[in-house]
């Protein structure tokens, strides 16, 4: 057995697909049959119907039901009715007491808001949409609707309603979480406490929040007990919660009543990190408002490229004033790190076409490297897309589109062959010996044996893989130098004269595929 289990994971390729497919099973998450649910797995999955069930059906359970259960009940609930039956069950939790007050109330505002599952599927659909008009939009970018001399036009950028999709997830502002809090401070009188306020921050909960803290012009929507010093909670913590919870009109709220902030946020490299990457570049078009005359704009950094939205990254580009060839390089680079290809897309159209980045950026070299990534991630829209682009540019030597070797081998190694049969259908690019000798050591498999042939059919008569490569690359494993069958295969390819004998010696051990 043991030897079996050393054989199975030894093998790579085996390894990679058990890792893949299998998971480690999360008890909590397995059904349950009704008597196996017990009042602790009931509140952590939330199944808070079920829950009330069996309190009031099961007698030892409710004795069973303790403080440490009701606190985390508390935590997870977010549904008025059912405190109020809870509380019909157990009197003995309605608060009686000025610290049971807090510790009520506390609790309840650590409740994180739930995702906005609206939002979410807008999201989706319009991530969809611009899926499907991608290859549409490939195929017409070399048209007239680019122009090498055409600007980009940051007078665009106005304070209105911000509408791209964005993968972080959004949290929902109509929480059912402050109906609770409402009950609590108008029904059952009980006032707000610093750690509550703290709480909500916490757990991004901006609806409690600005409940708190007065910021709804609504007199419903407003906390009406204790007096609260609001410029003592308009700081930092709040302002995060603001930018994590989309909420912009807390972010000015918050900068509206402590103006001292703003200096300090300047230099708060924490805080630019979290100002970009929220969804709405409206929050950074407020905060250069208010920063007045002689605002500083957050400078575009590659790392900004993978989460910030397209629109937060197009207004940062618009105050761009760097000439360094190398800074541009890097913005390319970090291009291949946003996940969604749509947006990537988008993003490469961008650079291209209202940077016009390739001018800031010369050389074949550059380009180059940028097709590689695209080929290691399988994105060929992007590839074929700026080989038409390139098509368009002046025939100067430094806007050459050039593919290398290492993309044809990068896309075999990725297995991203819908990249590999395209460059050899319609380039004269081959891959290099490193990628000779990986496909004669994947010879077993089919993909791989199938771009093999083609490759040695279509490269090895007009000699761009020599005599030399072949036998190389035949050395390089005992796949080929001690099995008869992938000898004769690639032995045919070569002179007569060159044919060695079988089986082949080598010093390679890799007996084991």
């Not at 609206?118 to 939009?137: I, K, M, R, V, Y």
């Not at 390319?332 to 996940?339: F, G, H």
Request: aromatic share 12%; net charge neutral.
């Amino acid at each position: 057995m043991d030897n079996l289990f050393r054989l199975v994971f030894k093998n790579k390729v085996i390894r990679d697909q058990i890792f893949k497919f299998i998971r480690i099973l999360n008890k909590d998450l397995i059904v349950k049959k009704y008597n196996q649910c017990n009042i602790g797995w009931t509140i952590r999955n939330r199944h808070f119907h079920l829950l009330l069930y069996k309190l009031q059906k099961d007698i030892k359970k409710k004795n069973q039901f303790s403080d440490e259960l009701f606190y985390k009940f508390l935590e997870c609930n977010s549904e008025l009715d059912i405190l109020k039956e809870m509380f019909k069950i157990f009197p003995q939790f309605l608060p009686s007491t000025p610290i049971a007050e807090n510790i009520l109330i506390e609790h309840c505002s650590s409740l994180k808001p739930t995702k906005n599952s609206s939002s979410s599927s807008s999201s989706s659909s319009s991530s969809a949409s611009s899926s499907s008009s991608l290859s549409s939009s490939s195929s017409s970018s070399s048209s007239s609707s680019f122009s090498p001399s055409s600007s980009y036009d940051s007078s665009s950028y106005e304070e209105k309603p911000y509408k791209e999709s964005y993968e972080e997830e959004l949290y929902d502002s109509s929480s059912s979480s402050l109906e609770i809090i409402k009950y609590l401070t108008n029904e059952l009188n009980i006032k707000v406490t610093n750690k509550s306020i703290n709480n909500a921050c916490s757990v991004n909960n901006c609806k409690i929040v600005k409940y708190y803290l007065g910021v709804n012009d609504n007199e419903v929507d407003r906390y009406k007990g204790n007096e609260i010093n609001i410029n003592e909670y308009c700081n930092i913590s709040t302002l995060f919660c603001s930018m994590r919870g989309k909420d912009l009109q807390l972010f000015k709220f918050v900068f509206d009543n402590n103006p001292n902030l703003i200096d300090q946020c300047k230099v708060y490299d924490k805080f630019i990190k979290l100002l970009v990457k929220t969804v709405d570049v409206q929050f950074i078009i407020h905060f250069c408002k208010i920063q007045g005359d002689g605002f500083v704009v957050p400078q575009l950094k590659p790392y900004m490229l993978k989460k910030s939205s397209l629109s937060i990254i197009k207004y940062l580009c618009s105050f761009l004033k760097i000439t360094d060839p190398l800074y541009y390089k890097s913005l390319l680079y970090a291009i291949e790190k946003r996940e969604n290809e749509a947006e990537r897309f988008e993003l490469l159209r961008f650079f291209i076409e209202d940077l016009r980045i390739y001018e800031k950026v010369e050389g074949s070299i550059v380009i180059q490297e940028v097709v590689y990534s695209f080929s290691s991630i399988g994105d060929l829209d992007s590839i074929i897309y700026l080989r038409d682009i390139y098509l368009t540019l002046p025939p100067i030597h430094s806007y050459k589109f050039l593919i290398p070797r290492s993309a044809v081998d990068v896309s075999i190694s990725s297995k991203n062959f819908h990249v590999t049969n395209w460059i050899l259908e319609n380039t004269n690019v081959c891959c290099s010996t490193n990628g000779l000798r990986y496909l004669c050591k994947n010879i077993f498999h089919p993909k791989l044996k199938d771009i093999l042939d083609r490759i040695l059919r279509k490269f090895i008569p007009n000699r761009v893989i020599s005599s030399d490569m072949l036998l190389e690359a035949m050395c390089s494993t005992n796949r080929i130098c001690h099995n008869k069958q992938n000898f004769d295969y690639l032995a045919s390819f070569l002179p007569n004269d060159l044919i060695p004998n079988f089986p082949m010696e080598t010093s390679i051990e890799d007996y084991d595929y």
